[in-house]
């Protein structure tokens, strides 16, 4: 199965200041016919189940805040919260569907106020 | 509006079984994947496995072969997870999610609690 490693396990941002979450897949989740990373990004508030923000590792899903941004190919991928705003605290997950029918998630990246 | 709506919380003992359900409407439900993920308490999401409900093909991640059954009766668009023998490691939150390029519709997870 295709290993994926988020980083950090945890940060603390102030409001209105840059987040930054990294994803490491242990293949290339990029396909060659399509040149599509099969890459998902997910918000999960507690208590709630997750929420799909990105797909294709930089389409934003419909409904989605414009800070929320992915970016990154092959097996290196970042999602990038412009300006931290108080509902943006969650845990965070990458997740591969690559191999669609075997996907991983990453490890989850918790992001809090500082 | 899709909505997947899931079956309550269950408080089950070891050795008990179990089947959790997963109502699929507002789409074709024959038509996209249906995946489940665990997340034990406090931790991460754990890909189970996904059903097609057009022909029930059904993968499995290799971490819960053999330890749970997926299956799905289109004639009503629901999708279930079972287990024959519950375990307490089994406690967790689970949830239902259709596939369409990623998981873009949850359900609202299924509480499974298994103590003696």
């Known amino acids: 199965d295709i290993v994926m490693t988020q980083s950090p396990d945890s940060l603390a941002v102030s409001l209105g200041e840059r987040a930054t979450i990294n994803c490491k897949s242990s293949?290339?989740?990029?396909?060659?016919?399509?040149?599509?990373?099969?890459l998902a990004w997910y918000q999960q508030k507690p208590g709630q189940p997750p929420k799909l923000l990105i797909y294709?590792?930089?389409t934003r899903e419909s409904g989605v805040p414009d800070r929320f941004s992915g970016s990154g190919s092959g097996t290196d991928f970042t999602l990038t919260i412009s300006s931290l705003q108080a509902e943006d605290v969650a845990v965070y997950y990458c997740?591969?569907?690559?191999?669609?029918?075997?996907?991983?998630f990453g490890g989850g990246t918790k992001v809090e106020i500082k | 509006e899709v909505q997947l709506v899931q079956s309550g919380a269950e408080v089950k003992k070891p050795g008990e079984s179990l089947k959790i359900s997963c109502k699929g409407s507002?789409?074709?439900?024959?038509?996209?994947?249906i995946g489940w993920v665990r997340q034990m308490p406090g931790k991460g999401l754990e890909w189970m496995g996904i059903?097609?409900?057009?022909?029930?093909?059904?993968r499995y991640s290799p971490s819960f072969q053999g330890q749970v059954t997926i299956s799905a009766d289109k004639s009503i668009s629901t999708a279930y997870l079972q287990w024959s023998s519950l375990k307490a490691s089994d406690t967790a939150m689970y949830y239902c999610?259709?596939?369409?390029?990623?998981?873009?519709?949850w359900g609202q997870g299924t509480l499974v609690t298994v103590s003696s």
């Open positions: 999610a259709r596939i369409a390029a990623a998981q873009d519709y």
């Open positions: 507002g789409y074709s439900f024959t038509s996209y994947w």
């Open positions: 059903i097609y409900p057009g022909d029930s093909d059904t």
């Open positions: 293949q290339s989740v990029l396909y060659s016919s399509n040149n599509k990373n099969y």
């Open positions: 294709w590792a930089s």
């Open positions: 997740q591969q569907y690559y191999s669609t029918l075997r996907s991983t």
